[in-house]
């Protein structure tokens, strides 16, 4: 299994006509949700509410695959307000004190760490300080272990300003979280976030070390980078008529993962050879092509993108 700790709320998406349509929402929970559609067993540990979205958060979660390994507790659900621009692209405003996902503690998180744990994935809010501590030493944990970490480091600004967290002690605990990873996900603007300037396949090279051997950057419709210590491969994307783009780098890294995983090439380094990362990169396009075409964020099935 999977284990997968992070934000967990619901989106209130703008609709044509003014009003908000409630749709359960969060990166590492959609990517929960997304992982388990493409048929790998995902773990969410996080907490969630017994409010009434936290039961629409639970639902979904089930309804798609994955499993619940946190308890439900009594503080209430975090909300995003999502507003979208002409081309889909979504704008967040989030409301992030008392909830419930952020009630997760270290032990109740690694009490999830098994043999069988195939990886340990975080990301989004769950890097913003203090809450990027518990990420942190669980990756540690993990690691020590044998269990691979990924992260999405998705980095949202506004977020941490809300939460007067500077900017420079927020891109401090991205980095060290991605100095834990063994893969990365970043976008562009991530980069950006995290001081790095130039070309972004080039940028991203400086966050390769020991630990970290794969780093994937995310262009949107510019198509995307993969890159490790002896390969640089690049894959563009389809054109698709875009609903919105809510959930896309979710669905892009958790098809990544399950083309790795499938095609058992995620935890041997050594089978991970450029047409086997290549075929998981084109995968990963699909995966995220296919859920911009709908509203929120609508994970596709590994039969919906699976390509032989």
């Keep these: 299994m999977f284990i997968i700790a992070g934000e967990a709320l619901v989106d209130f998406i703008a609709a044509e006509d003014g009003r908000y349509r ?5 990166a590492p ?42 308890p439900m507790i009594g503080k209430p659900t975090s909300l995003a307000i999502v507003s979208k621009s002409a081309d889909g692209q979504p704008s967040y405003q989030f409301y992030r004190d008392g909830i419930a996902d952020r009630a997760l ?22 890097l913003v300080p203090p809450d990027h501590t518990t990420i942190i030493q669980a990756q540690k944990i993990a690691r020590a272990k044998g269990i691979l970490c990924t992260l999405d480091v998705n980095m949202r600004m506004q977020v941490a ?58 262009l949107g419709v510019n198509g995307a980078w993969l890159l490790s210590e002896t390969d640089d491969i690049f894959c563009a994307v389809d ?17 990544f993962i399950a083309s790795l995983i499938r095609g058992d090439a995620f935890q041997t380094s050594h089978a991970r050879t450029p047409p086997v990362l290549a075929r998981a990169l084109r995968h990963a396009t699909r995966c995220a092509a296919i859920n911009i075409t709908r509203e929120g964020c609508q994970p596709p099935t590994w039969t919906e993108t699976f390509v032989k």
């Design 105 to 126: 503690t270290l032990q109740q998180l690694t009490g999830h760490f098994e043999a069988a744990t195939r990886g340990f994935h975080s990301g989004g809010l769950a």
């Design 29 to 70: 929970y959609n990517f929960a949700r997304a992982l388990a559609l493409q048929g790998v067993a995902a773990g969410y540990a996080n907490p969630l509410s017994t409010d009434h979205f936290g039961g629409l958060l639970n639902a979904s979660l089930l309804s798609s695959g994955a499993a619940h390994l946190g």
């Design 239 to 255: 054109t698709v008529t875009v609903v919105d783009t809510v959930g896309a780098g979710d669905c892009f890294f958790a098809g």
């Design 161 to 218: 300003s809300s939460m007067s967290v500077a900017p420079g002690e927020y891109r401090d605990a991205a980095r060290a979280a991605i100095a834990g990873a063994d893969m990365v996900k970043v976008s562009d603007e991530d980069l950006q976030h995290l001081g790095f300037t130039g070309a972004p396949n080039e940028a991203a090279r400086a966050l390769l070390n020991e630990t970290c051997q794969l780093v994937i950057v995310t």
């Design 22 to 26: 409630p749709i359960a929402g969060g």
